[in-house]
């Protein structure tokens, strides 16, 4: 028996080098498709982005009514979920409050992206002493772990849906522009940059124009990959009472108003968010998964 | 190799005292009057600017950061404003705490990723490695105060295995310390798993594939002697760089793991610190965490640059 056996053959034929580009494409959709992972992920995260749109219309209950006298009731068949210390109904909770993680974590994976965009494109076009000193001021900022800065923005700012979206935002910057920034470098040295560096156009053109276009796939695998991260850190700094206020029926608040119950038998108001937060991270993770993939080969 | 890791150290210099400044602004500076939030809304104007005068912080900003910087290097902290103690000791305590909860979880996740990644190599493409590389990745995903939730549920409350809280009671014996620091350690193991398997799982794969595996496999070398002498060793590498650079996220993690699970450490200090505004704990908190990941991935550098003689010859970075 040997070791090095030959990795077993791929599903998919090497590709004829008939139209290269649509093939291509064909080919990758085909792979992801194909991919169980991904099926499973996507339909989750289909799920929980119908509720974003529709979860606070089809809960059976209103999650914002208090109902004091039926607080703490364990799952029924009135509450599937069953109540939460202030009687409100937590099946309903959980499906109003996909809308709040989901909105909040598009925005600040965009501006994450947007920005890591602009600063890897700058680092990696001039190169020199601008990406020395963007080098420098990210290694300061990711020494510190985004639940820290979260409490600085805290302190520095006060709680709010803004100071989250800003706080994930700012944190996933640096990591986004490593990842263009190491892209341009590959592409920088293309005949196509050459030709329009020597049509003399100006750096911005070149940079935006002539290079994003063609690390675009890049860009996306790692807005996939870092969406599944911003809900995590979103998540988490709810919990820790940085972001949406309460009485927004938000997983991460309604899970730390009631974790201290669990010990006392109440495990129902916090288990169901814990489970909503882990299903649809899970979901957006094996989604990019399945991109980063399709897109490396 | 010297200049390399030189290199390494003025950066690191360099990056603390950036740190240093972004604390220092977003602490005391952006909320603004210090004497007003302590005393509230409703103080008289009068009082304020007294308790701003004995504070020192009537004085210019670029004052109070030197006064600050002054001291930290002198290894005087201040005093915390909500603990009425010296903030060297507290956090010097949380540190103590912290550092035994992540010691508990480093030493059960290391050999399981390692072991987790390999086993999925040595399967590559098959059941085995698909399972271990889909649960690793749900297990990085899923934040930590949500697994706790979790393993609370299942360990505690359903089969009352280990105690739900993480501090032992006082005087407890080793063991009965340990027991107390492996619930609150799963959730941070669930998530190194991933990162770890997944590193090592990459690195066996390349080093089976490399021209140095096929030798010792054509001249009749039995598998196992192949697996641990040729294919590990070179594994484990960017394992180890993987483990450093994974201390950052244990800092964020203990904060959530210490605050559900009621353990004093440095996570939990620096929450209850931003909570009551206690800006002098506060900063010195968040220094400290900065100071022990620049620690962490520089002992890293030093130690990769050690096994890996590749690296001597790269120019840095």
Do not use: C
């Not at chain 1, 119908?50 to 606070?56: N, P």
């Not at chain 1, 049509?199 to 940079?207: A, G, K």
């Not at chain 2, 950061?65 to 290097?73: A, E, F, N, P, S």
């Not at chain 2, 697996?227 to 760089?241: E, G, Q, S």
């Amino acid at each position: 028996m040997t070791v090095a056996e030959p990795p077993p053959v791929a599903a998919t034929p090497a590709l004829e080098v008939v139209d290269h580009a649509r093939l291509a494409r064909r080919e990758r959709i085909r792979l992801i498709v194909r991919s169980k992972t991904f099926l499973i992920g996507a339909a989750v995260l289909g799920f929980w982005i119908l509720m974003a749109l529709l979860g606070s219309t089809i809960a059976p209950h209103d999650p914002y009514a208090d109902d004091i006298l039926n607080k703490l009731k364990a799952p029924s068949g009135t509450h599937w979920f069953g109540t939460d210390s202030l009687g409100r109904d937590v099946f309903s909770r959980v499906l109003a409050g996909a809308r709040g993680i989901i909105v909040v974590a598009l925005l600040a994976t965009v501006l994450g992206t947007a920005a890591g965009t602009a600063f890897g494109l700058a680092a990696g076009y001039f190169r020199g002493l601008v990406d020395e000193i963007l080098g420098i001021l990210f290694n300061a900022f990711l020494s510190l772990p985004v639940v820290i800065i979260g409490l600085l923005a805290l302190v520095a700012v006060g709680p709010s849906k803004l100071t989250v979206t800003l706080v994930v935002g700012v944190v996933f910057t640096p990591i986004i522009s490593r990842t263009v920034r190491a892209a341009v470098l590959a592409e920088r040295q293309l005949e196509y940059v050459q030709a329009a560096r020597l049509r003399n156009e100006r750096p911005p053109y070149v940079m935006f124009a002539e290079i994003l276009p063609n690390v675009l796939a890049p860009i996306l695998v790692e807005f996939t990959v870092r969406l599944g991260y911003a809900i995590f850190a979103i998540a988490t700094l709810s919990f820790l009472g940085v972001g949406i206020p309460p009485p927004a029926p938000d997983w991460g608040v309604q899970i730390a108003d009631h974790y201290g119950l669990i010990s006392g038998g109440y495990w129902w108001p916090s288990l169901f968010p814990a489970l909503a937060i882990a299903s649809l991270v899970i979901s957006v993770n094996l989604v990019a998964d399945g991109l980063t993939h399709a897109f490396e080969r | 190799m010297g200049r390399f890791l030189l290199k390494r150290f003025v950066v690191a210099i360099v990056t603390l005292w950036l740190l240093s400044v972004i604390v220092f602004v977003s602490a005391q500076i952006l909320p603004g009057d210090v004497g007003r939030r302590i005393l509230g809304p409703f103080a008289a104007p009068q009082a304020v600017a007294a308790l701003n005068k004995q504070l020192g912080t009537d004085r210019s900003i670029f004052v109070q950061y030197g006064d600050w910087m002054g001291g930290v290097i002198h290894g005087d902290l201040g005093k915390s404003l909500s603990q009425n103690q010296p903030v060297g000791h507290l956090v010097w305590d949380g540190l103590k705490n912290s550092a035994k909860l992540a010691a508990v979880a480093f030493i059960l996740v290391v050999p399981l990723g390692i072991f987790g990644g390999v086993v999925a190599a040595l399967n590559e493409g098959r059941f085995l490695d698909r399972l271990i590389s889909v649960s690793g990745l749900s297990a990085i995903a899923i934040p930590e105060f949500v697994s706790a939730i979790v393993v609370i549920l299942v360990f505690s409350l359903w089969f009352g295995l280990l105690p739900v809280t993480a501090q032992a009671p006082p005087g407890a014996g080793f063991f009965t310390v340990l027991k107390y620091l492996i619930l609150p350690a799963l959730p941070l193991v669930l998530v190194l798993f991933g990162y770890i398997a997944r590193m090592a799982r990459a690195g066996t794969i390349e080093a089976l594939d490399a021209d140095y595996t096929r030798t010792a496999v054509l001249k009749g070398l039995p598998r196992r002697t192949v697996i641990r002498r040729h294919v590990l060793r070179n594994a484990l590498l960017p394992t180890i760089a993987v483990v450093a650079t994974q201390t950052g996220y244990l800092i964020g993690g203990l904060v959530v793991i210490e605050l559900i699970f009621n353990y004093q450490g440095i996570g939990q200090l620096i929450f209850r610190a931003a909570q009551q505004k206690d800006f002098p704990l506060l900063e010195s908190g968040v220094l400290i965490v900065g100071v022990v990941y620049l620690v962490a991935t520089l002992l890293a550098d030093v130690a990769y640059s050690l096994l890996n003689p590749r690296i001597r010859y790269a120019s840095a970075e």
